[in-house]
């Protein structure tokens, strides 16, 4: 692989690892750019401190950390700094608020509930809801439409086990929307390494349908996610298998790694 642009802190909670572990990890494996997109903090107008992603207060130690890893490791890896969130309009602007002076280079769309915390349960559970399923797809189409995020995560995250054809319907929907728009459907490897619903064969015979291009996420949450080669190749099998044409870069951001430049 030569990018990954789906990386965790253990900011969030339920990641482990310094950061600088991640970046040597990527480096020993052969990557050229490094992503991190740790779930974003959300500002909430209630008490409410989320135990699955970083909190307001961590967000300048986020930055600092990388920002002077960046500069560390310029000749050897590619660094860029944004985050994983969720499409939630009404926080939009608090969150905008927060970040607001910090160098985001781009943001990652995980819907991870249709809505905010913890009154919006998480789209990974089974749940057998046409009406659920549908506003899924219509939040993330939605989100998508704002500009503000460089691709979808893990777009089949939503446990659907309900009707099959409705299940083909909806994910039909999205993955031409994507296509559509020039965005690539992610082969998400925690996912795929962990045998859960996602990424599925299912939804990857869709986005070959489709006509869908795609784009490996890591979603590491340990640094070795990024050096164990065994669930990369499964990954770009699973891409080869569905004749889904893997994108090795984010549009808009560089191409080639620090070293060529420096």
């Not at 503000?148 to 409705?166: E, K």
């Amino acid at each position: 692989m030569f990018a990954n642009y789906h990386t965790h802190t253990f900011r969030c909670h339920h990641a482990k690892g310094e950061d600088r572990e991640y970046i040597e990890h990527a480096i020993a494996n052969g990557f050229k750019v490094l992503g991190f997109a740790d779930h974003c903090p959300w500002v909430y107008p209630y008490a409410y401190i989320s135990d699955s992603r970083m909190e307001p207060r961590e967000v300048d130690g986020y930055f600092r950390s990388l920002t002077d890893l960046k500069k560390e490791y310029a000749r050897d890896i590619t660094i860029y700094i944004g985050f994983e969130a969720e499409y939630i309009p009404e926080l939009l602007e608090a969150q905008d608020k927060l970040l607001a002076g910090y160098p985001v280079d781009y943001m990652i769309l995980g819907q991870h509930s249709v809505g905010a915390e913890p009154y919006a349960p998480y789209t990974g559970i089974p749940n057998d809801s046409e009406a659920d399923l549908t506003a899924y797809v219509d939040t993330v189409i939605e989100g998508m439409e704002t500009g503000r995020y460089a691709y979808l995560a893990h777009p089949d995250l939503f446990n659907f086990t309900g009707s099959p054809a409705v299940y083909d319907r909806e994910f039909r929907r999205l993955c031409r929307y994507l296509k559509e728009h020039g965005s690539p459907v992610e082969i998400n490897l925690y996912g795929v390494r962990d045998g859960r619903n996602y990424t599925s064969e299912r939804f990857l015979a869709i986005a070959r349908e489709t006509g869908n291009t795609a784009i490996i996420g890591c979603d590491a949450h340990t640094p070795t996610m990024l050096s164990d080669n065994g669930p990369i190749e499964r990954c770009l099998a699973l891409a080869e298998k569905f004749s889904l044409p893997v994108k090795e870069k984010l549009d808009g951001l560089d191409a080639e790694p620090a070293a060529d430049t420096v």
